[in-house]
C-alpha cells in the first residue's frame, strides 16, 4: 500500500505545506518514487507523519520533535520543560484575560492599557493628555504609576492655574507676556518638585531613554503654539539651573 503526498497529508491531519516542510527539515524522509516521477509514502512515513504531528501539536519545536524521534529517553526531561514554559504562557494569558477584564468593566478603549487610564485620571482626557498617558505609562516602571498620579492629583492649585494661563497663551504673545509667565510656572514647578520630585521616575544618562526623554518632550509640545513652547523652554532652563544648583550645593558639603 502506498499514497500520494496529498492522500498522507489527508491521513495525518495536516496539511500538505506541513508535509512539505518536515521534508525540508528533514524530520521525514524523502519516500521512494514510482516510475511516473510520484512520490509513494508507505504506513511506515504515515506513523512518522502521526508522530510529528502529536508532537507538534502539544507545542513541542521542531528541535525538540527531532530529537525524541531519535531517542524516546529525552520525552521526560522535554515534557517537563514543556510544562513549564505553558505555565509561563498560561500565567501571561491570565495577565491579559484579567486586564480585558477590566477594560470591558470600565468601557475603555482597548488601546489604553490600565496603568494609562490611570494616568489619565490626572493628566486629564483630552486628545494631548491621553497620548502623553500612553507614552508616558509605556517609558515607566508600573509601580510608579499609582506614585506619579498620587503626586499629581495633590498638585497645588497655583500649579493648575499657571497651566490654564499657559494653554491660554496666543501664539504671538511678546516677551512681555511670556516673562512673568515664566517666572510663576518656573516657581510653582520647583516648589513641586521638590516636595514630590521622588514620586518621578529618574531616567538614567544612557542614550536609550534620553531617545525616551526626547520623544515624550516631542508629544508634550506637539500641540502647543510658539508662545507655549516657548514659555515651556524657558522653564525647563531654569529648572535644570536649579537642579545643576542643588546638585553643586550637595556636592560642595
Do not use: C
Not at 19 to 48: M, S
Not at 92 to 119: C, F, K, Q, T, W
Not at 156 to 182: C, K, S, W, Y
Amino acid at each position: 500500500m502506498a499514497w500520494s503526498t496529498r492522500q498522507l497529508a489527508d491521513l495525518a491531519g495536516v496539511t500538505l505545506r506541513s508535509i512539505r516542510h518536515w521534508h525540508d527539515v528533514g524530520l521525514l524522509p524523502q519516500p521512494e518514487r514510482r516510475t511516473n516521477g510520484y512520490k509513494q509514502y508507505t504506513a511506515r512515513h504515515l506513523v512518522l507523519a502521526l508522530r510529528i504531528h502529536r508532537l507538534s501539536a502539544l507545542g513541542f519545536g521542531l528541535d525538540d520533535v527531532a530529537r525524541m524521534l531519535e531517542s524516546e529517553q529525552d520525552g521526560a526531561e522535554s515534557l517537563r520543560g514543556l510544562r513549564d514554559e505553558l505555565d509561563t504562557r498560561i500565567a501571561g494569558l491570565e495577565r491579559v484575560r484579567a486586564e480585558v477584564d477590566e477594560l470591558i468593566e470600565l468601557g475603555a478603549s482597548p488601546d489604553l492599557s490600565s496603568d494609562a487610564l490611570l494616568a489619565m485620571e490626572a493628566l486629564g482626557d483630552d486628545p494631548a493628555s491621553r497620548n502623553i498617558a500612553i507614552l508616558l505609562t509605556h517609558l515607566m516602571p508600573a509601580e510608579d504609576t499609582r506614585a506619579m498620579v498620587d503626586a499629581l492629583n495633590d498638585a497645588p492649585e497655583e500649579l493648575l492655574h499657571v497651566n490654564t494661563a499657559i494653554q491660554q497663551l496666543p501664539p504671538d504673545a511678546t516677551e512681555q507676556r511670556i516673562a512673568p509667565l515664566v517666572d510663576r510656572a518656573a516657581s510653582v514647578t520647583q516648589e513641586f518638585l521638590a516636595a514630590h520630585g521622588s514620586s518621578f521616575p529618574e531616567v538614567p544618562d544612557i542614550p536609550s531613554d534620553a531617545l525616551s526623554t526626547d520623544a515624550l518632550t516631542a508629544l508634550a509640545v506637539e500641540h502647543m503654539n510658539p508662545a507655549q513652547r516657548r514659555v515651556l523652554e524657558l522653564v525647563q532652563e531654569r529648572l535644570l539651573a536649579w537642579s545643576e544648583d542643588a546638585d553643586g550645593a550637595r556636592a560642595s558639603r
